[in-house]
């Protein structure tokens, strides 16, 4: 779904008037609303109640459906760095159009905050409020393009904060002028933009969701990519990006930027791109099309129990497909049971911390070398009488390889027209663990 200014417009006219957001809330996790914006008549924290009643009913947070029907709303909701942004609507309304918007929103707060959490929502309240008052008109999304909001309302700075916080107005957080971009056709991209250096980035990350079981052999595996560019090109640049095997794509979803039917009929995806920081498109590999995905890390746990003791053994390191390649950011998180008494564990490598109110072990890895394998060895106990448990936990992988495309996607070029001078382009591949599990 495509919620964005250049998209938005074909969407109102076939829903009903009545028929869209009626509020946004944010929520933290211990149930306070911090944030409450109201766009078609004040709605009831009645619903906000009902919300995390089926919060509380749930053994965990994310069990909780994104769509709850009560009697007066339907609440939509997601789930982002421990907040929960809830809609409310009235009436039947695309469900994936208010859970694209949530996302956006949150995307927006990252753009002009460089981090999302309950601390940096409450610094930058106005700017806030002005943020999500220029995204959605009368519970319609707007303007929720980065680029556009940032000629309106003006990222905080050092200084806007400091007058806030004395009660001065800061008649500087607010664009004096309307965007050009909203009079023309390109409304993500403002006229005039000029670059001594002329360059874009592209960064293509893949995340592989998987299941391995206690055997080392794949239960399951998806991956999901996503293309974010930088752009830095003067003029109104026409950009063409093509795949050398465009086949694997499935379940694309693009930026208003992207000419939709272009690459409906020749899988080639056409742009003018906005400038500065943007996502170009999100997709999911077909794994139906002939991808063979091999995992670039392989991950050994041995954990057994006998009575109240038990035994730890984990071993890391890469595999061979990856050509020399380093593994980064890796770290593994074993969930032990909540009966756990206590635990005596060493690595070779990294830092060991051990969570006692969620009885959570996370082994901080960083850089694989290249030399010698990690492994994580040692004892845990558990509370007498205890019961042994029948299998070992499922342990959680993260980890970050650079210039690794876990699906073999490759780009065969990237063109652009309507200007005269030759950009820098620069690609990388990332490939990134999802839900990554491993059992034991």
Same mark, same amino acid.
């Given at each position: 779904?495509?919620?964005?200014?250049?998209?938005?417009?074909?969407?109102?006219?076939?829903?009903?008037?009545?028929?869209?957001?009626?509020?946004?809330?944010?929520?933290?996790?211990?149930?306070?609303?911090?944030?409450?914006?109201?766009?078609?008549?004040?709605?009831?924290?009645?619903?906000?109640?009902?919300?995390?009643?089926?919060?509380?009913?749930?053994?965990?947070?994310?069990?909780?459906?994104?769509?709850?029907?009560?009697?007066?709303?339907?609440?939509?909701?997601?789930?982002?760095?421990?907040?929960?942004?809830?809609?409310?609507?009235?009436?039947?309304?695309?469900?994936?159009?208010?859970?694209?918007?949530?996302?956006?929103?949150?995307?927006?707060?990252?753009?002009?905050?460089?981090?999302?959490?309950?601390?940096?929502?409450?610094?930058?309240?106005?700017?806030?409020?002005?943020?999500?008052?220029?995204?959605?008109?009368?519970?319609?999304?707007?303007?929720?393009?980065?680029?556009?909001?940032?000629?309106?309302?003006?990222?905080?700075?050092?200084?806007?904060?400091?007058?806030?916080?004395?009660?001065?107005?800061?008649?500087?957080?607010?664009?004096?002028?309307?965007?050009?971009?909203?009079?023309?056709?390109?409304?993500?991209?403002?006229?005039?933009?000029?670059?001594?250096?002329?360059?874009?980035?592209?960064?293509?990350?893949?995340?592989?969701?998987?299941?391995?079981?206690?055997?080392?052999?794949?239960?399951?595996?998806?991956?999901?990519?996503?293309?974010?560019?930088?752009?830095?090109?003067?003029?109104?640049?026409?950009?063409?990006?093509?795949?050398?095997?465009?086949?694997?794509?499935?379940?694309?979803?693009?930026?208003?930027?992207?000419?939709?039917?272009?690459?409906?009929?020749?899988?080639?995806?056409?742009?003018?791109?906005?400038?500065?920081?943007?996502?170009?498109?999100?997709?999911?590999?077909?794994?139906?099309?002939?991808?063979?995905?091999?995992?670039?890390?392989?991950?050994?746990?041995?954990?057994?129990?006998?009575? =109240?003791?038990?035994? $730890? *053994? #984990?071993?890391?390191?890469?595999?061979? !497909? @990856?050509? /020399?390649? =380093?593994?980064?950011? $890796? *770290? #593994?998180?074993?969930?032990?049971?909540? !009966? @756990?008494? /206590?635990?005596?564990?060493?690595?070779?490598?990294?830092?060991?911390?051990?969570?006692?109110?969620?009885?959570?072990?996370?082994?901080?890895?960083?850089?694989?070398?290249?030399?010698?394998?990690?492994?994580?060895?040692?004892?845990?106990?558990?509370?007498?009488?205890?019961?042994?448990?029948?299998?070992?936990?499922?342990?959680?992988?993260?980890?970050?390889?650079?210039?690794?495309?876990?699906?073999?996607?490759?780009?065969?070029?990237?063109?652009?027209?309507?200007?005269?001078?030759?950009?820098?382009?620069?690609?990388?591949?990332?490939?990134?663990?999802?839900?990554?599990?491993?059992?034991?």
């Amino acid at each position: 779904v495509a919620v964005a200014q250049g998209s938005v417009h074909g969407t109102a006219d076939s829903l009903d008037t009545e028929d869209m957001i009626n509020s946004l809330f944010v929520i933290t996790p211990t149930g306070e609303v911090i944030i409450e914006k109201h766009y078609r008549g004040a709605s009831s924290r009645v619903c906000c109640d009902v919300f995390w009643s089926e919060v509380t009913k749930a053994t965990n947070v994310q069990e909780v459906p994104p769509i709850i029907t009560t009697p007066k709303h339907y609440l939509c909701h997601v789930q982002r760095n421990r907040l929960i942004f809830l809609a409310s609507v009235v009436g039947e309304v695309p469900p994936l159009l208010v859970i694209e918007f949530l996302h956006r929103v949150v995307d927006v707060f990252r753009d002009y905050f460089q981090e999302v959490s309950e601390e940096t929502i409450k610094e930058n309240f106005i700017t806030v409020y002005q943020l999500i008052d220029e995204m959605m008109d009368n519970g319609f999304p707007l303007t929720t393009e980065p680029n556009v909001l940032r000629t309106m309302i003006l990222p905080p700075t050092m200084l806007g904060r400091v007058l806030t916080a004395s009660g001065v107005s800061n008649k500087q957080s607010v664009g004096q002028e309307l965007p050009e971009g909203c009079l023309s056709n390109i409304p993500w991209r403002k006229k005039g933009v000029k670059y001594t250096n002329n360059e874009i980035y592209m960064d293509i990350v893949e995340e592989i969701d998987c299941i391995i079981d206690s055997n080392g052999l794949m239960v399951s595996c998806d991956v999901n990519g996503e293309i974010l560019c930088n752009c830095k090109l003067s003029g109104v640049p026409d950009m063409t990006l093509s795949f050398a095997n465009p086949h694997i794509l499935d379940d694309c979803s693009f930026h208003p930027c992207v000419r939709y039917n272009r690459f409906e009929r020749n899988k080639v995806m056409s742009f003018v791109p906005p400038d500065g920081k943007f996502k170009l498109a999100t997709y999911r590999v077909n794994m139906d099309a002939g991808v063979s995905v091999v995992l670039p890390i392989y991950v050994k746990p041995q954990i057994t129990f006998h009575g =109240t003791s038990g035994r $730890v *053994s #984990i071993m890391v390191g890469p595999k061979s !497909n @990856l050509g /020399g390649r =380093t593994i980064e950011d $890796v *770290s #593994i998180t074993i969930p032990f049971v909540k !009966n @756990l008494a /206590g635990t005596n564990l060493t690595a070779n490598i990294g830092a060991i911390r051990m969570d006692e109110s969620t009885k959570t072990c996370r082994w901080d890895i960083g850089k694989v070398p290249k030399d010698r394998s990690p492994s994580l060895q040692g004892t845990v106990s558990l509370q007498p009488g205890s019961e042994t448990p029948e299998c070992g936990p499922t342990i959680l992988v993260d980890f970050k390889i650079v210039m690794f495309s876990a699906s073999g996607l490759r780009i065969d070029s990237l063109t652009l027209t309507g200007e005269r001078y030759k950009p820098y382009k620069g690609v990388r591949f990332v490939t990134k663990a999802g839900k990554f599990q491993v059992r034991s």
